[in-house]
Nanobody, 123 residues
Framework: QVQLVESGGGLVQAGGSLRLSCVAS????????MGWFRQAPGKEREFVAA????????YYADSVKGRFTISRDYAKNTVYLQMGRLKPEDTAVYYC????????????????WGQGTQVTVSS
């Protein structure tokens, strides 16, 4: 079992920045992929970014490439999502998740999920 707790969401104006954090506990993460997804009202949950815990290879959705950066801190067992140049369409609940797959980009590949943190971008 892996427990995930997200934080860092909030209200920000368009063009601003936020950093989300996800603290993991319960299992060694060395063979896992950590991902961020988001879900806007009335829409499907979509992939945002992912990082291999070992090696640090990263993957991004086209919609956030160049604006968001995913990273991890071994010592703190934490993965971050640095979000910049935010747009109103980035408004969503952001979820942290863990997968045992190498290039996990789909919801079904992730076995463990956090409760989510709300990000609201005003125009």
């Amino acid at each position: 079992q892996v427990q995930l707790v997200e934080s860092g969401g909030g209200l920000v104006q368009a063009g601003g920045s936020l950093r989300l954090s996800c603290v993991a506990s319960g299992r060694t993460l060395s063979s896992y992929t950590m991902g961020w997804f988001r879900q806007a009202p009335g829409k499907e949950r979509e992939f945002v970014a992912a990082i291999r815990w070992s090696g640090g290879r990263t993957y991004y959705a086209d919609s956030v490439k160049g604006r968001f950066t995913i990273s991890r801190d071994y010592a703190k067992n934490t993965v971050y999502l640095q979000m910049g140049r935010l747009k109103p369409e980035d408004t969503a609940v952001y979820y942290c998740a863990v997968s045992g797959e190498v290039q996990a980009r789909t919801r079904r590949e992730y076995a463990y999920w956090g409760q989510g943190t709300q990000v609201t971008v005003s125009s």
